[in-house]
């Protein structure tokens, strides 16, 4: 079975630009999370999609947005990036409501310059 | 308010030593607990939960985690540690919401 897997690895932006980072889920599971993790430090819970549908974000601005396809895999967008986005952005994915393991890609390395 | 709590920044054992990594944690009702291990520039891997049943749960890699209700605590142990176990450990309880709170993390240094 194929596990979570993000594109691209690693993406260099210059403040201001646009990024957009993908996650496709492993195969049955309807839910993605989208997690930050500057260096050094633990997981900003950033948003929740599940059967297309955002369910919650986290405390971000609205300049950080996604969506999740018809085949569950997820888009994260980030606008208007300032220097502080420079961080590793993971995405999980779980199988529904009555199995409560997220499972992790490898993550995308956001550098902003 | 829900929460989770890992005491300690980093934990450093030597090389064939137990290791325990301590989690506390805040939730109403019935807690589920996660344990997740990052190496390097890497995605978290799945070590282990508690969901029901048996306080002392066993997971990957030799790793086992015991629930202690009373103490409200799920610490992270290994009977010996090797120095591949050098990682940053996570643990986490889900919300009634179906999200998880993580804790900050414990970085795990095991020295030869």
């Known amino acids: 079975e194929a596990g979570v897997t993000q594109s691209p690895t690693h993406l260099i932006k210059t403040r201001g630009q646009q990024a957009t980072l993908r996650c496709s889920p492993i195969?049955?599971?309807?839910?993605v999370y989208w997690y930050q993790q500057a260096l050094g430090l633990g997981l900003q819970f950033l948003l929740w999609?599940?059967?297309?549908?955002?369910?919650n974000r986290g405390n971000f601005p609205p300049r950080f947005s996604g969506r999740q396809f018809p085949n569950y895999s997820s888009e994260l967008n980030v606008n208007a990036l300032e220097l502080e986005d420079s961080a590793l952005y993971l995405c999980?994915?779980?199988?529904?409501?009555?199995?409560?393991?997220?499972?992790f890609g490898p993550g995308t390395r956001l550098t902003v310059l | 308010a829900q929460s989770v709590a890992q005491p300690e920044d980093q934990v450093n054992v030597a090389e064939g030593n137990p290791l325990t990594v301590k989690c506390t944690y805040s939730?109403?009702?019935?807690?589920?607990l996660f344990w997740y291990v990052q190496y390097p520039n890497r995605g978290l891997q799945f070590l282990l939960k508690?969901?029901?049943?048996d306080n002392l749960v066993k997971g990957s890699y030799g790793f086992e985690a015991e629930f202690n209700k009373s103490q409200t605590s799920f610490h992270l142990k290994k009977p010996s540690a090797l120095v591949s176990d050098s990682a940053l450990y996570f643990c986490?309880?889900?919300?009634?919401?179906?999200?998880?709170?993580w804790g900050a993390g414990t970085k795990l240094i095991i020295k030869p």
């Open positions: 986490a309880v889900r919300r009634s919401n179906y999200q998880l709170i």
């Open positions: 939730v109403s009702g019935n807690p589920y």
């Open positions: 508690y969901i029901t049943g």
């Open positions: 195969s049955g599971h309807t839910s």
């Open positions: 999609y599940d059967e297309g549908e955002e369910r």
């Open positions: 999980a994915s779980r199988r529904g409501y009555s199995t409560d393991t997220q499972y």
